[in-house]
């Protein structure tokens, strides 16, 4: 038997190198991330960040600006209000 995730969460970084692929796996993953919501019915919430260095990510992805604890609330926050719906 499968079970059935309740919502998903992806979380990543894409650090933009010497040339400019980082733009379109940015975008690529973006509309992946999009499609796997489609076809699965449930919440997705991601954070992957775009950013030109390592210092960048560190300072985005933690403290105050904590990308993957905003990603995990977003998630929680959508559960909620479908839960509302079917209670």
Known sequence: MRKKADAL????????GETYHGEILARETARGI???QLQSH?????????????EQAKERSMGADNKGGEAARAVLQSLAEIAKLYS
């Open 42 to 54: 449930i919440p997705f919430a991601y954070e992957v960040l775009y950013v030109k260095t390592l």
């Open 9 to 16: 969460i992806g979380l990543g970084i894409i650090v933009e």
């Open 34 to 36: 999009m499609d796997v």
